[in-house]
């Protein structure tokens, strides 16, 4: 680790206790999970569907906490494999962090975007940095993780993996943080977007382009304020080395290297409350959690990751288009650092519906090949689950329950 990157880490080593409670440094009031679990129950058991009148964020803090109620009251989750809440690590929302611990994260961020890469070269003679792995992998196996079987679990796999990373390779002390949709905040008073020492960068320089196209190339998402590269913030000078391949905004080329060649260049964004207003609302939530998209995991994953015939764009693709820019395209969006938060959000809503829906909440549908094109066979909870370097193999049955202990062990707050 560069000299550098270890100083900041060693300073800031108190910023996050066991389980990440707040730093103590900051005088912020702890609480243990059992007295939130007893605070939450009261209001989670008055209201087992949260009124459609709250707002989607109000809702969804009534749905986590349901969550960890009926999680706590499972044997079964509290005792697996030698995880359980009282052990696990929590995963919060980037605005209730504290700026030492955003700082710590973006700190151990930049670390693994300093180290060299791991991927045999032929592999991925574009990558570059330990960073650059995570995004080759995903490039790789596009049309094999997203409108299939293996989407939801994928995904967890890949997120943990990379939270992993920042632990083991980069010092990092915490649990990956998420970013909440529904915060209401627009982005100049997001701690996420604001731009400032302790964010994930705000938007790119103005670029005249003309939106963005989404689903089968039939959803159209006007442009924001942006579309260049990242005008401030602590990513400000990052190099993006992969892709992209598909790119949906209007004049992002495709890389001429190939999707795995070298193509360096700066991060782009082009921040837009667009998708945000349109899919990112609570009667969606409500449908996907408990609604009528809950019924099973193939209408929650459906409705999750969008119904592009009906030019209904989904939770999962809006939240890569509210950055455009490089998150704009399906195979290298995780070149935007906000990638991994997006994806624990993605997470997390697939948590809460499994904690609410205990009874089918291993089942898995879908095939193997993306939206079943070419046609494939179902996917199995056998199937294997393979990042390359960036973490052992693992198999859709082993990655169903974020309390599992092999290799899962936290859950969300």
Not at 208 to 228: E, M, V
Request: net charge negative; hydrophobic share 40%.
């Amino acid at each position: 680790m560069p000299p550098s990157f270890a100083a900041k880490l060693s300073v800031r080593k108190d910023c996050y206790l066991h389980a990440q409670t707040p730093c103590a440094s900051f005088g912020i009031m702890q609480i243990t999970l059992s007295a939130a679990i007893a605070l939450f129950s009261a209001a989670g058991q008055a209201l087992a569907v949260p009124a459609p009148t709250l707002s989607a964020d109000e809702i969804l803090q009534q749905l986590n906490s349901q969550s960890l109620i009926a999680l706590n009251s499972t044997s079964s989750a509290i005792a697996s494999r030698g995880c359980s809440l009282a052990n696990a690590y929590a995963r919060r929302d980037w605005n209730n962090l504290s700026s030492c611990q955003r700082t710590a994260y973006i700190d151990a961020v930049q670390c693994l975007m300093s180290k060299p890469s791991k991927a045999d070269p032929t592999f991925a003679p574009g990558a570059k940095t330990r960073y650059d792995d995570f995004v080759a992998v995903h490039i790789n196996q596009t049309l094999s993780i997203h409108g299939t079987g293996n989407f939801l679990t994928w995904h967890r796999y890949f997120t943990w993996a990379y939270e992993t990373a920042l632990r083991d390779e980069c010092g990092y002390k915490g649990a990956q943080p998420y970013w909440n949709w529904f915060d209401g905040k627009d982005f100049a008073s997001s701690p996420l977007f604001d731009g400032s020492p302790t964010s994930m960068s705000g938007d790119g320089s103005f670029v005249q382009h003309n939106g963005s196209l989404s689903g089968t190339n039939n959803i159209f998402l006007p442009s924001g304020n942006g579309g260049g590269c990242l005008k401030d913030g602590p990513f400000v000078n990052m190099t993006a080395n992969l892709g992209p391949v598909s790119p949906g905004m209007d004049g992002l080329a495709a890389s001429a290297t190939g999707p795995l060649g070298p193509n360096p260049r700066c991060l782009r964004r082009d921040l837009t409350k667009y998708s945000i207003d349109t899919w990112m609302t609570a009667s969606n939530l409500l449908n996907v959690t408990v609604g009528a998209a809950s019924v099973s995991v193939e209408t929650f994953q459906n409705e999750l990751q969008g119904r592009f015939g009906d030019q209904f764009l989904g939770m999962h693709a809006a939240g890569h288009f509210v950055m455009g820019g490089d998150s704009s395209d399906l195979f290298s969006s995780p070149s935007d650092p906000i990638f991994f938060l997006h994806h624990a959000m993605v997470d997390r809503l697939y948590w809460v519906w499994q904690a609410l829906h205990l009874d089918i909440a291993k089942n898995i549908a879908g095939t193997i090949t993306i939206l079943n094109t070419p046609p494939s066979r179902d996917a199995l909870l056998t199937d294997v689950i393979n990042l390359g370097v960036n973490a052992p193999e693992t198999t859709i049955g082993d990655s169903l329950s974020t309390l599992g202990g092999t290799p899962f062990c936290y859950y969300y707050l």
